[in-house]
């Protein structure tokens, strides 16, 4: 079964910008990308492929604990109780600086060092 049934990839779909969230020794810690970089890169099944510039505390993150959250969010997209949607998705993730995935990412975004890939478990709407 798809983590990202049809409502979650339409905010996929629409989102202009995505917060991500991973667990720092400090606490939690966020940065963000942009959903058009998403949408060139990439929902394949369950991955998420976004490119990844600096990203060296997200990546110390993940190395530590590869636990990740993403929330996006879309007032295109109808929600429960009106205009705009938004979800929350659970899963693992990784900046990968070589092999096929970064290689993509740096082609598309010359900025990019690599990919941060984000393996969806689980989502749930909010909003």
């Known amino acids: 079964m798809s983590a990202i049934e049809p409502v979650i990839q ?5 989102t ?3 917060t991500i969230v991973t667990q720092g020794a400090d606490g939690p810690h966020l940065v963000g ?5 998403l949408r ?3 929902v394949e099944g369950n991955r998420l492929v976004l490119p990844a510039g600096y990203y060296h505390q997200t990546e110390q993150n993940l ?3 590869n636990r990740v959250q993403v929330f996006v969010a879309a007032r295109a997209v109808r929600g429960s109780h009106g205009s705009g949607q938004g979800a929350v998705l659970r899963g693992t993730g990784a900046i990968v600086t070589e092999g096929a995935l970064a290689e993509r990412a740096k082609a598309a975004f010359p ?5 941060l890939v984000i393996e969806v478990e689980a989502a749930a709407t909010q909003l």
């Open 33 to 37: 990308n942009w959903g058009d970089y």
């Open 40 to 42: 060139r890169l990439g």
């Open 111 to 115: 900025w990019a060092r690599g990919a």
């Open 63 to 65: 190395q530590r604990d």
């Open 16 to 18: 202009e910008f995505l």
């Open 10 to 14: 339409e905010l996929l779909d629409n």
